[in-house]
């Protein structure tokens, strides 16, 4: 509810409520607001203070008046937003697909919070979590050393620091992947591998096989980058074989994205049966295959990972830190086959010369010195009872488990549309991850994804149940 300032108005409130959603792309171009007699009830306000806050915000340019159907999102040059499909005139019917949440909205929400409380659609572990006292003190510990001191006068080595290659070559053998020292390159975190990746092997244009569900985030990377991007349904055993013959049947794609261990949404790992088939396929149609391994600090020890039965032939290994350690240091890494090495030395220099050295070295003493495997461990067990919370509090409020509950992310059916409901729930100082941000067509879905640590808290649900029951 709102609240009578000596500050600002009621009006002021509601239109500056509205204006931060709108400029932060939470409310996308084409999304239509509240009915002028619904958004008084949401917000405990006069209809005539609706009004009034609708006319700001349509003085400002950032919403449109349509006759007979109320106020919209307008979409401006610098808001470019894919078609939108035909008007709908109630507000309770399935969004037009151009004002659906855009992965760029949730990545947005991640640094501008709707409010203080835990959100459910967040992506990574609450601070609380990752505050490992050895961070702050091994990069003290580095900065104050002689050769540090030498090094930061100039840049770094363009591959990486070779200390903390060499600790993830051995890391990566603990996990029956042999990759040396010299096949493995540090990125600006797991996000820029993958860029890396895309821009040195494809051109616009070129077919890409993406799991889906899938990363939102990856969808709209390709897409941006002018890829084709070609969806292939991941079931609890892996990617759809069938449907990716298929496609290299008619489209030869040249890469294949997959997160293959606690896969995101769903958490789901990979068979080996399947496993093997996949990289059967791959070398009979001629395409790599990137093997995104961000949740693997949290994976159980026998997962099945591509890259260990291909020995680093036809896959790229991708991996990184945020969702372990400080997000904030952006620190990631690649292994790729020997003959790629090279070019995709050259891609990483084109955009970023080299990785900060500082951060590299501090990473490579908390992973030295046995921080990283214990702090991961901690991790693993909060996680566990933070998820057996979620599951029972999920279940109470009328959710199905669209996927056996894994890893940091749970995939559940909602049983109504989700990009309203995720619209809805603003109001209440909640981002939730709707489902058509998983899907590549991003069509209307009743699932969501929540994150296990974040949705403990008896209070969402209950006003998730109280939004959901009144759409």
Partial sequence: MLTRTASQTLTEQLSGRFAERIRARLLPPGARLP???ECARQHGVSPHTVVAAYD??????????RRQRGFFVRETPDRAAAPTAPDRPADTTPLPAGSRMHATALIRGMFHHPSARAQPGSGVLPPDWIDLPALPAAVRKVAASKAWAKASLQYGEPMGDA???????HR??????????EQIMTTVGATHALDIVSRTLLKAGDPVLVEEPGWSV?????????????PVPRHADGPDLAVMARYCETHAPRLFISVSVLHNPTGYSLAPGAAHRLLQLAQAHDFHVVEDDTYGHIAPEHATRLTALDGLQRTIYVGGFAKMLAPNWRVGFLAAPA????????????????????????????????QLR????????????????SVKLARAAGCAFASEPAGLFGWIDTGVDTDLLAQRMLDEGYLLAPGALFLAGRQASTLMRINFATTQDAAF???FARVRDSL
């Fill in 35 to 37: 009915s002028v007699r």
């Fill in 56 to 65: 700001v915000l349509l003085a400002q340019g950032l919403v449109e008046a």
């Fill in 163 to 169: 200390g903390l290659r060499a600790l993830l070559s």
């Fill in 172 to 181: 990566l053998a603990g996990q029956h992947i042999r990759a040396p020292v």
């Fill in 218 to 230: 990856e969808f709209a990377r390709l897409e941006a980058l002018g890829m084709r991007v070609l």
């Fill in 339 to 370: 003959p790629l090495v090279e070019r995709l030395l050259d891609t990483k220099l084109l955009a970023t010369l080299t990785t900060p050295t500082l951060l590299e070295q501090a990473l490579a003493l908390c992973i030295e010195q046995g």
């Fill in 374 to 389: 214990r702090h991961a461990d901690r991790v693993r067990g909060r996680l566990d009872a933070a998820r057996s919370r």
């Fill in 461 to 463: 649900w209950s006003a």
